[in-house]
């Protein structure tokens, strides 16, 4: 598995100063995505033991309020054993931080889904939903179109629907 770009203090992706990790290959190809560079599951480099060491490192920081798994699609079939092991090694090393995950594919999408029903469960928030260039809003915090929504996770999972995050 391969990622494209780790940010060591993020303040875009997510609430507070953050860690952030782009996931390498999607194949949604969004018109206009906003990082067409993370679409090739062959680019960016090898996500080693030692980049998630170094990752998890860089996450213990006071100054970090939460880790984020952007793409590309960290939830691809491809991908998430690699988001998985991610999420699982951050909640338990850092519970009182919170994960962000950006997903093209939905909630009830990924609730379908044998492969995602452990990654679910560590999530605090997951912006969901393909970019859709029609429904672009610059206004929109956190998403780029109209379409995706910022969701609480474990709130959403207890209720058996869609909550959406309130600050
Ligand atoms: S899902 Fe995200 S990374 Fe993939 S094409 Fe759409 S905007 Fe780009």
Redesign the pocket.
């Known amino acids: 598995m391969r990622y494209n770009l780790i940010r060591k203090m993020d303040i875009a992706d997510g609430p507070g100063v953050r860690v952030s990790i782009f996931l390498q290959g999607?194949?949604?190809?969004?018109f206009?995505?906003?990082?067409?560079e993370?679409?090739d599951f062959d680019g960016g480099d090898e996500l080693t033991d030692e980049v998630i060491e170094r990752l998890m490192e860089l996450c213990s920081e006071e100054y970090i309020q939460g880790l984020s798994i952007?793409?590309?699609?960290p939830m691809h079939p491809k991908n998430i054993a690699a988001t998985t092991m991610i999420a699982k090694t951050f909640k338990n090393m850092y519970p009182e931080k919170n994960l962000w995950v950006?997903?093209?594919f939905t909630f009830e999408a990924l609730q379908k889904r044998k492969d995602a029903q452990e990654v679910l469960q560590y999530l605090d928030t997951l912006v969901d939903g393909?970019?859709k260039d029609e429904l672009h809003d610059f206004r929109l915090e956190w998403r780029?179109s109209s379409n995706q929504r910022v969701i609480n996770v474990p709130a959403s999972l207890k209720k058996g629907e869609i909550v959406l995050l309130t600050k």
């Open positions: 999607c194949e949604f190809h969004c206009n995505c906003f990082n067409p993370t679409w952007l793409g590309g699609e950006w997903s093209g393909q970019y780029g």
